[in-house]
C-alpha cells in the first residue's frame, strides 16, 4: 500500500521564521496531496491541497510544492506566528478515493 | 463549505459493552465516508470506507466484526465498537468524500474503556 513519510516529526521555529515540512511518497499514482493542521483534541483542517498537475500552490503565507519524479512534496509556512503552533500532517490519495497520511509534525512557534 | 458532523463528542462506557458512533454530513450528500483511529501523538490510521447502500471495506488488520459499520443513507454512517476494552479507547474521526478528492472532516469522539 502507499507509504507516505514525513520529516521532521518536531519543529521548533522562532516567530518570524519560516517553517518546512517534507513528505515523500510511494505510489507513482497518487494525484492529490493534502496538508492539514490539527489542534489538541480537534479535527484535522485542511490548509492548503496540491494535484498532480501542479508543482507549487500558495496561499497567503503558506505554500505547497510536489516534484512528482522525486515523489516528494513540501509544506512552506512563512513568517510564522505563535497561532501556527500545532501538528501538521501531510497525506496522499492512493486509489482515487482514500488518503493515507504521515506520522505528523508538531511545530512549536516560540515568541 | 461542507460540514460533517460527529455524535457523541465524547464518550465513557465499562469493558465488554458496545458504543455508537454517528457521522454525518449536515449539507451535501456522501455516498462514501471513512472512519479513522488515531492514538495519542500518533497519526490517524483509516480503519475502513462505508459505502452508502453496501458494505464496508475494511483496511488490513481491523476486525470487521469489532468494528460494526452501516451506511444506510446518504448522509449518515455509524460506527458501533462491539465488546469494547480499554486497548480501544481512542480518538475516532469520520470524514465524508464530497467530490473526487477532498474528504470533510468531523469534530471526532473521544472514546474511553475503563
Known amino acids: 500500500g502507499e507509504n507516505v513519510e514525513q520529516h521532521p516529526s518536531t519543529l521548533s521555529v522562532q516567530e518570524g521564521d519560516s517553517a518546512v515540512i517534507k513528505c515523500t511518497y510511494s505510489d507513482s499514482a497518487s494525484n492529490y496531496f493534502p496538508w492539514y493542521k490539527q489542534e489538541l483534541g480537534k479535527r484535522p483542517q485542511l490548509i492548503i491541497d496540491?494535484?498532480?498537475?501542479?508543482g507549487e500552490k500558495k496561499d497567503q503565507r503558506i505554500a505547497v510544492t510536489l516534484n512528482k519524479t522525486a515523489k516528494h512534496f513540501s509544506l512552506h509556512i512563512t513568517e510564522t506566528q505563535p497561532e501556527d503552533s500545532a501538528v501538521y500532517f501531510c497525506a496522499a490519495l492512493i486509489n482515487d478515493y482514500k488518503l493515507s497520511f504521515g506520522a505528523g509534525t508538531t511545530v512549536t512557534v516560540r515568541a | 463549505g461542507a460540514v460533517v458532523s460527529q455524535h457523541p463528542s465524547w464518550v465513557i462506557c465499562k469493558s465488554g459493552t458496545s458504543v455508537k458512533i454517528e457521522c454525518r454530513s449536515l449539507d451535501f450528500q456522501a455516498t462514501t465516508m471513512f472512519w479513522y483511529r488515531q492514538f495519542p501523538k500518533q497519526s490517524l490510521m483509516l480503519m475502513a470506507t462505508s459505502n452508502e447502500g453496501s458494505k464496508a471495506t475494511y483496511e488490513q488488520g481491523v476486525e470487521k466484526d469489532k468494528f460494526l459499520i452501516n451506511h444506510a443513507s446518504l448522509t449518515l454512517s455509524t460506527l458501533t465498537v462491539t465488546s469494547a476494552h480499554p486497548e480501544d479507547s481512542s480518538f475516532y474521526i469520520c470524514?465524508?468524500?464530497?467530490?473526487?478528492?477532498?474528504?470533510?472532516f468531523g469534530p471526532g469522539t473521544r472514546l474511553t474503556v475503563l
Open positions: 470524514s465524508a468524500r464530497g467530490g473526487p478528492s477532498e474528504q470533510f
Open positions: 496540491i494535484r498532480s498537475n501542479v
